[in-house]
C-alpha cells in the first residue's frame, strides 16, 4: 500500500514537472492515421552539447487555396533566443490560437506576488518563463482553452472544492492536487518549491537539472495517459487536461479556417505534449496532411563546462529512465525509447535549423 502511495506521489510530481515544460502527451490512440512523428527530442551534439529540441511542423490542406495550419510545439521553460525565435515566426501568421486555462491575450501575465512552480524553475535555471517571454498582446493571438471551472467539471466537482481543507489534507480532485503542486501549496507543492529553491544555489546543480529534464522529456512515454503504471485517477487526469483541452482547440481551428476573409496561415501555439493528439485529430478530422518541419532548441547545457563527467552523465541518464520506468511502466507495459539526434559539430552557443 505504501509503494503505491509513493508511486502515486512520484506520478503527480511528474506530471507536473511533465506540465512545467512541456504539457502532457496522449497518442490519439484508435485512430486509423498513422502516429505522428515526435515533436520532442535530445540532441547530443560533437562537442559534448546536450539539448532539448522542439518541431514546428505544418499540416497542409488538400486544397492549395485552403489556409495552412502550423503545430508550433513550445516547452514553457528555454532560452531568451528560443523564445524570440518563437516570437518572429508566430508574428508572421495570421491567427494564433494559443494555450492559457481562462486566459485573454490582454492579462496573459502572472499577477504581483503570485508564484507559479514553472516561474521559479525557469529563475533557478537561468532560464525564461514562457508567460514572461512571449507577447500575447498582439491583435491575431486569440485564447483557445478550457476554464479551469471547465476543467474541474470534469471532475465532478467546483474550484471551491478542490483547495485545501486547512487541515493539510489533499484537494477533492486530482486536479486541484495538481494546482497545488503548480501553484506551490500543499504537502506536494511545498516539497517542489523546496527543491526549487535549492537548485539556485549551485551552477553544477542547475547544469544538472537542466540534463535531467532534458533526459526526463526524452524517457516520458508517448501516450502518458494510457500507460499501464499509471492509476486510474492520474490517467484520467491527464486524459482530461490533453484530450478535452484539444477538442475546445479543434473547434476554435474549425471556426478560423471558415473566416472571411480567409486568413492565409492558423498557427496552435500549445505545450509540445499536445501535438501529437492535436495532429491526428487534424489529420483525421481536417483530412490536413503533415508537411514542412523546423527545429528550435528550447535551452541546451554543457555538462563537461559544468564539471559533469562523463560517468556521471551516464549514471543520471540511467537513473533518469529507471525512475520513469518505475513510474509509468507496468506488465506489459514499456515506455518509448528517448528521440535523439547527433547533429554535425557546431559552436558552443549555435541553434539547430530556425
Request: hydrophobic fraction near 40%; charged fraction near 25%; proline fraction near 6%.
Amino acid at each position: 500500500m505504501r509503494d503505491r502511495s509513493h508511486r502515486g506521489s512520484t506520478a503527480l510530481l511528474l506530471a507536473a514537472f511533465g506540465l512545467l515544460l512541456v504539457g502532457c502527451q496522449s497518442s490519439g490512440r484508435g485512430r486509423a492515421v498513422a502516429p505522428p512523428a515526435p515533436y520532442l527530442r535530445v540532441a547530443n551534439h560533437d562537442n559534448g552539447v546536450v539539448a532539448l529540441e522542439v518541431a514546428i511542423r505544418s499540416l497542409t490542406p488538400a486544397r492549395r487555396s485552403a489556409p495552412m495550419v502550423w503545430l508550433v510545439g513550445v516547452t514553457h521553460l528555454g532560452s531568451a533566443e528560443y523564445y524570440r525565435a518563437l516570437q518572429k515566426f508566430l508574428d508572421q501568421q495570421t491567427v494564433v490560437l494559443f494555450e492559457g486555462v481562462g486566459a485573454t491575450n490582454r492579462d496573459f501575465q502572472l499577477a504581483p506576488g503570485e508564484y507559479s512552480l514553472q516561474d521559479a524553475m525557469a529563475r533557478a535555471l537561468g532560464l525564461e518563463f514562457q508567460l514572461n517571454a512571449v507577447q500575447y498582446d498582439r491583435p491575431h493571438f486569440r485564447n483557445s482553452d478550457l476554464t479551469a471551472a471547465q476543467i474541474s467539471r470534469h471532475f465532478g466537482g467546483g474550484m471551491e472544492e478542490d483547495a485545501d481543507d486547512g487541515e493539510g489534507r489533499p484537494p477533492a480532485n486530482e486536479f486541484g492536487a495538481l494546482v497545488q503542486v503548480m501553484q506551490g501549496t500543499g504537502f506536494l507543492g511545498g516539497l517542489a518549491k523546496l527543491t526549487v529553491s535549492l537548485i539556485s544555489v549551485s551552477p553544477r546543480l542547475q547544469a544538472a537539472t537542466k540534463l535531467a529534464l532534458i533526459e526526463t522529456m526524452g524517457a516520458m512515454p508517448a501516450d502518458l495517459a494510457a500507460t499501464p503504471g499509471l492509476n486510474p485517477a492520474m490517467q484520467r487526469l491527464l486524459r482530461v487536461l490533453i484530450e478535452e483541452r484539444n477538442r475546445a482547440v479543434i473547434a476554435d481551428t474549425r471556426r478560423a479556417l471558415r473566416e472571411k476573409p480567409r486568413p492565409k496561415s492558423v498557427a496552435i501555439f500549445y505545450g509540445a505534449g499536445h501535438m501529437h493528439d492535436l495532429e491526428v485529430r487534424l489529420r483525421e478530422e481536417l483530412r490536413l496532411r503533415p508537411g514542412e518541419e523546423r527545429w528550435l532548441t528550447a535551452f541546451e547545457v554543457d555538462p563537461r563546462r559544468s564539471g559533469i563527467s562523463k560517468t556521471e552523465l551516464d549514471f543520471m541518464r540511467r537513473l533518469v529512465r529507471q525512475r520513469v520506468r518505475g513510474v509509468f511502466q507496468a506488465e506489459g507495459g514499456a515506455t518509448n525509447p528517448p528521440a535523439t539526434t547527433s547533429p554535425p559539430r557546431r559552436g558552443r552557443r549555435g541553434g539547430s535549423n530556425p
